[in-house]
């Protein structure tokens, strides 16, 4: 109740909010990637709300998931029908309180929401990347946070915060800059992809490989994008951000235009979850870029911290970080197992965490919609104040 | 391991089986498909196994899921290298003893192994039906196998048995032909499609309309068909049948030619997941017609017994068959819960019903694997010999 007041609040005030840009690893100095390939200058697109301490101690990052941006609250334009992907949970008042916390987040390495990435310009060839653009991992996503973090002058954050690819970009961080955060949340994530997540971001690229329109990624500027492909991949991911209970509690069997079935094979969209599935295909085309597509999709299949760093208990035990992990009981695309293996690699290495399986109806998506995020809330606003008091005392 | 001993032994025994086929509903008499449509000549290839007795009791129906066929056990030709898709489970000693029961399988109307389909001829174009061959249902389907029945000169089948929409059909016989078996056997299935899978059939049916040698069904004698979509489908389904333990297990995070990763974006198959699928998918569009399967996965989005009948305990309840209603523990294209609702109404209905939810990693598949047949034979032997044995005694 207090979260929907402090919202409904928070709309009336100015919650305007502009996206920066600023340019790192310049050409002398550039990024070497996971994969040993080099990259810069990389231009990264970040907003941020609230006001920085004196301190600088009072700083959260928030990683967005597959295909979030920078744009995780309030709106640029008074005329802005949308709020950002996460406006419930940050803002004044909200769970990530904006009148006490300084909040960044900033659009992934290869994305396509102003961070560098297939649609910016390659400075070799004066064109865009394309399918040239090398490939990243999670490891690199998570030095340009990183260098955005430096840039910003703020030495240790306050929390690092993310859900499903975001959660994966909050466990890196933790193992690759053990000293450089607080606390860290883990939102319906795991310390790697397991093979069923892998095979439907498989089929999910080769729709988009197989849309001739995709003509090997070279489609910019052509009349024709692959937008089928991209949509169908879209509409595949979707099925499994849902829940067989959520899916069927919203839609079942319903038809969408008619009380009698029409018998008539070319009606694509005669269920409500397929009239359902197509609009999710077709508003997703109008904001996402298929290479991009592709290289985060990638970025998240590679992700496997064991693989990287070893044992999670050594990976994960060399921050003094406190960790609060969440999975929903309905998400089948990180089941609550992946979420226990972090916990328990923690508790091995006495290190402080707190985990919850949330009870939802909504899937993987939980930790996104508006009606979970109480839930969510009346475990992270306590977790937060009391490692932001811990900080005080030390 | 009675049953492994009984296959081996089948094996070494002669186990060849002709496809047959017979012609029903005739232009005078055509089929009235649910649609309203009619349809007639229908050929309908079918496969028998063992000898009907004097007393025409001992007919066993097998209905095939959905990419299923005739092909139930055994080999047409001794150099054969494959035997039918249930071949550890039909044949002499297995638990569908063919040296005690007439098994009959038949493939579905509107599919591509034999029984009129899209790729039959159109007796008024003289030419492939292609996608003017009428939208077909699970009662449809039914009614041609109950014809084939008739043929046989079978007034009462000992049981019907299926899993998947074989199931699906099995519940549908029990519906529409209440006096004409004994014994229904339901496996992984339910009395409708939930939203979940209408919403994956949905998907796999896009990846199919979107391949550009789809040409709108028309592509028979096309020199390219639409195998790339056909095959994008097959890969989605897969990955429904499987239970992400077995896809864990089998597979988990293991790579397909190196143990290094490539950072290569264009590398489709760089995990054995991968590979696994693209091998499915390829392996599929060998044996199966896109038109056929459009029809096919739409025919199981329709199925909704409570739609078609009314509620369960008064549709099922107009049998006096026997119920064996089994479910997986890691299926979760037909949860177990789907099958409750069946046994739920069975018992409302006061009708014979054992129901068993059997322990299985490998998902919605595990009816067809060899591995978990034993278990599943544990029940439907003893069932089958009651069913039969109660017969007699009327």
């Given at each position: 109740?207090?979260?929907?007041?402090?919202?409904?609040?928070?709309?009336?005030?100015?919650?305007?909010?502009?996206?920066?840009?600023?340019?790192?690893?310049?050409e002398?100095?550039?990024?070497?990637?996971?994969?040993?390939?080099?990259?810069?200058?990389?231009?990264?697109?970040?907003q941020?709300?609230?006001?920085?301490?004196?301190?600088?101690?009072?700083?959260?990052?928030?990683?967005h998931a597959?295909?979030?941006?920078?744009?995780?609250?309030?709106?640029?334009?008074?005329?802005?029908?949308?709020?950002?992907?996460?406006?419930?949970?940050?803002?004044?008042?909200?769970?990530?309180?904006?009148?006490?916390?300084?909040?960044?987040?900033?659009?992934?390495?290869?994305?396509?929401?102003?961070?560098?990435?297939?649609?910016?310009?390659?400075?070799?060839?004066?064109t865009?990347?394309?399918?040239?653009?090398?490939?990243?991992?999670?490891?690199d996503?998570?030095?340009?946070h990183?260098?955005?973090?430096d840039?910003?002058?703020?030495?240790?954050?306050l929390?690092?915060?993310?859900?499903?690819?975001?959660?994966?970009?909050?466990?890196?961080?933790?193992?690759?800059y053990?000293?450089?955060?607080a606390?860290?949340?883990?939102?319906?994530?795991?310390?790697?992809?397991?093979?069923?997540?892998?095979?439907?971001?498989?089929?999910?690229?080769?729709?988009?490989?197989?849309?001739?329109?995709?003509?090997?990624?070279?489609?910019?500027?052509?009349?024709?994008?692959?937008?089928?492909?991209?949509?169908?991949?879209?509409?595949?991911?979707?099925?499994?951000?849902?829940?067989?209970q959520?899916?069927?509690?919203?839609?079942?069997?319903?038809?969408?235009?008619?009380?009698e079935?029409?018998?008539?094979?070319?009606?694509?969209?005669?269920?409500?979850?397929?009239?359902?599935?197509?609009?999710?295909?077709?508003?997703?085309?109008?904001?996402?870029?298929?290479?991009?597509?592709?290289?985060?999709?990638?970025?998240?299949?590679?992700?496997?911290?064991?693989?990287?760093?070893?044992?999670?208990?050594?990976?994960?035990?060399?921050t003094?970080?406190?960790?609060?992990?969440?999975?929903?009981?309905?998400?089948?695309?990180?089941?609550?197992?992946?979420?226990?293996?972090?916990?328990?690699a923690?508790?091995?290495?006495?290190?402080?965490?707190?985990?919850?399986?949330?009870?939802?109806?909504?899937?993987?998506?939980?930790?996104?919609i508006?009606?979970?995020?109480?839930?969510?809330?009346?475990?992270?606003?306590?977790?937060?104040?009391?490692?932001?008091?811990?900080?005080?005392?030390?």
């Amino acid at each position: 109740m207090t979260i929907e007041t402090a919202s409904a609040a928070s709309h009336a005030a100015p919650d305007l909010v502009e996206r920066q840009t600023v340019t790192l690893f310049d050409e002398s100095q550039p990024l070497t990637l996971a994969s040993g390939r080099t990259i810069g200058p990389i231009t990264v697109a970040y907003q941020t709300y609230g006001e920085l301490s004196p301190q600088r101690d009072n700083a959260i990052f928030v990683c967005h998931a597959l295909t979030g941006d920078a744009h995780v609250a309030g709106r640029h334009h008074p005329d802005d029908r949308k709020y950002g992907w996460w406006d419930g949970f940050v803002g004044p008042g909200k769970p990530l309180d904006t009148n006490r916390y300084f909040v960044i987040c900033a659009n992934v390495l290869g994305g396509c929401q102003g961070t560098t990435g297939p649609m910016s310009i390659n400075p070799e060839t004066g064109t865009p990347w394309g399918p040239d653009f090398p490939f990243i991992t999670v490891s690199d996503i998570v030095k340009v946070h990183q260098a955005l973090v430096d840039h910003l002058g703020i030495e240790r954050l306050l929390a690092v915060i993310g859900g499903s690819l975001g959660g994966m970009q909050v466990l890196e961080w933790a193992a690759r800059y053990p000293d450089n955060l607080a606390s860290a949340i883990v939102l319906a994530a795991g310390a790697k992809l397991n093979a069923q997540g892998i095979a439907f971001n498989a089929v999910g690229r080769r729709a988009i490989y197989a849309d001739p329109a995709f003509k090997s990624g070279r489609y910019y500027g052509d009349e024709h994008l692959p937008r089928f492909g991209l949509a169908l991949a879209r509409m595949i991911a979707h099925i499994t951000y849902l829940s067989e209970q959520s899916i069927e509690m919203k839609f079942g069997r319903k038809l969408q235009h008619s009380d009698e079935l029409t018998y008539d094979l070319l009606k694509e969209t005669e269920f409500q979850i397929e009239s359902y599935l197509h609009y999710q295909g077709k508003q997703f085309v109008e904001r996402f870029d298929a290479n991009s597509y592709l290289l985060v999709t990638r970025a998240m299949d590679y992700f496997d911290l064991v693989e990287s760093y070893g044992p999670l208990a050594n990976s994960l035990g060399k921050t003094d970080a406190r960790f609060l992990v969440v999975a929903y009981t309905t998400d089948w695309l990180f089941p609550t197992p992946q979420s226990r293996e972090i916990v328990r690699a923690l508790m091995e290495a006495r290190k402080h965490v707190s985990f919850a399986e949330l009870d939802s109806p909504y899937g993987h998506d939980a930790f996104l919609i508006d009606s979970e995020l109480p839930m969510l809330a009346r475990l992270v606003t306590p977790f937060l104040e009391t490692t932001y008091r811990s900080i005080g005392d030390r």
